[in-house]
């Protein structure tokens, strides 16, 4: 099993760009999240997800969308970068609510 | 909203030292999970704690939860260079589609 897998690692956006994160997990968990850490901070939570077809916001979602047409997959879509969205962010999954999440390697985001 | 609050933000101790991270919050907590990030890593699931005054080992570390269900910590003994990074309590949620509240991290630093 590869777990959970992110890509790109590293990107630099310019302001009002867009991009998409992948992330794809092999473990067949139904939850999966978005979380964005910035530096000397916990992680915030962006969109999850219990299952295909069904997402929601979490904490910090504005600037942010997401999609999960598969169980596998939950891509994050950022519209229009803004600076203050640089920050490196994490996909997870876990099994069910209640249960340790998984993360990926993350990918490192500037956008300048 | 429901705030998780850790401390200390830094430790720096040599080695063979302990070490102890405190997380509080200012509601009951329905669990707690804890984590561990290396430099340039992502977070890794270390334990779950869930009943009143529990209290779990892994090796050298000890895993408590408080009676009143507020307040959580780590303590490692002796420590080692590999147990460099930082660590993370996580409010589990209760039945919120697991969705993690994290503190803010302690950064533990072992001198050797």
């Known amino acids: 099993n590869a777990g959970v897998t992110q890509t790109p690692k590293f990107r630099i956006l310019k302001i009002g760009q867009s991009m998409t994160l992948q992330c794809t997990q092999d473990?067949?968990?139904?939850?999966m999240y978005w979380y964005r850490q910035d530096p000397g901070m916990g992680l915030k939570l962006i969109y999850y997800?219990?299952?295909?077809?069904?997402?929601d916001k979490g904490e910090v979602p504005n600037g942010y969308n997401v999609s999960r047409s598969t169980t596998e997959d939950f891509p994050l879509r950022l519209e229009l970068a803004a600076p203050s969205q640089t920050s490196v962010y994490f996909c997870a999954s876990s099994y069910s609510s209640g249960h340790e999440q998984y993360f990926g390697p993350g990918t490192r985001l500037t956008v300048t | 909203g429901q705030q998780v609050m850790q401390i200390p933000q830094y430790q720096h101790v040599q080695e063979g030292e302990d070490f102890t991270t405190y997380c509080n919050s200012s509601t009951t907590l329905s669990n707690i999970q804890w984590y561990k990030q290396r430099p340039g890593g992502h977070p890794v699931f270390l334990i779950q704690?869930?009943?009143?005054?529990e209290v779990k080992k892994q090796k050298r570390l000890t895993f408590q939860f408080g009676e009143a269900k507020k307040n959580s910590s780590l303590h490692i003994t002796a420590t080692q260079t590999t147990d460099v990074g930082t660590y993370f309590c996580a409010d589990g949620g209760g039945t919120s589609y697991g969705k993690l509240t994290f503190g803010q991290g302690t950064i533990l630093t072992v001198h050797p």
């Open positions: 997800s219990v299952g295909a077809g069904i997402t």
């Open positions: 473990m067949n968990h139904n939850y």
């Open positions: 704690l869930v009943k009143s005054g």
